[in-house]
């Protein structure tokens, strides 16, 4: 009985974790927003280049999709013993989708630095913007960081307080992540033109 509760504990606790992929519904908008204003550039060309920037950011929209996807059914059901397929096609998220978004979102950040150090006038609300977010994807970081490092060893072979608090620290980490991912591509939507201008076409 007593193991029983501590089952159903767990799972309550890590209920945390997978809605936490909620968060990144915002980004998704802002991406979902930045190619309909792409569709609606009226002053530029439709070129190679231009084609090649609009389907980045339908990559970019697919791949936050399939992290939603993939990330809440491993966490959802990575104790139910009785829907291993599940189980089995959540694996894609720890194997390929979460750590394909890491190296997205550090490239991103990377790419707009570069576009902030373009010789062209910028807001002083993106700088600002972007500041913040770098806290936040330093502190996802730093967060991932002691999850994987400090708590998951513990993890795979702890008890149950020890399981509580590794899923405490994987939600903190989705909390940090996820809104810095969405500060950005707030910044990548409200410099969609000049950022495409800038890097694609070496103009302001």
């Not at 096609?89 to 190296?103: E, M």
Request: glycine share 4%; aromatic share 18%; with cysteine.
């Amino acid at each position: 009985m007593k193991e029983d509760v501590f089952s159903r504990a767990i799972n309550i606790t890590n209920r945390n974790v997978y809605l936490t992929n909620i968060l990144l519904l915002p980004a998704l908008i802002y991406t979902i927003l930045g190619i309909y204003d792409i569709h609606n550039w009226s002053d530029i060309q439709r070129d190679k280049k231009f084609s090649t920037y609009l389907s980045l950011w339908y990559i970019l929209a697919l791949l936050i999709v399939f992290v939603i996807l993939f990330s809440s059914i491993f966490h959802g059901f990575m104790y139910s013993y009785t829907k291993p397929t599940l189980q089995l096609l959540g694996k894609v998220d720890h194997k390929l989708t979460a750590p394909l978004f890491s190296l997205v979102i550090v490239a991103l950040n990377y790419i707009y630095f570069l576009f902030l150090n373009k010789p062209c006038p910028h807001s002083p609300d993106s700088i600002v913007l972007y500041i913040v977010t770098l806290l936040f994807t330093g502190f996802g970081m730093l967060s991932w960081s002691l999850k994987r490092f400090v708590f998951q060893p513990r993890y795979n072979r702890g008890k149950f307080l020890q399981k509580i608090k590794y899923f405490m620290s994987h939600t903190f980490f989705h909390y940090i992540a996820y809104t810095g991912v969405t500060l950005l591509m707030t910044l990548y939507y409200m410099d969609n033109k000049e950022i495409y201008k800038s890097l694609f076409l070496n103009k302001c």
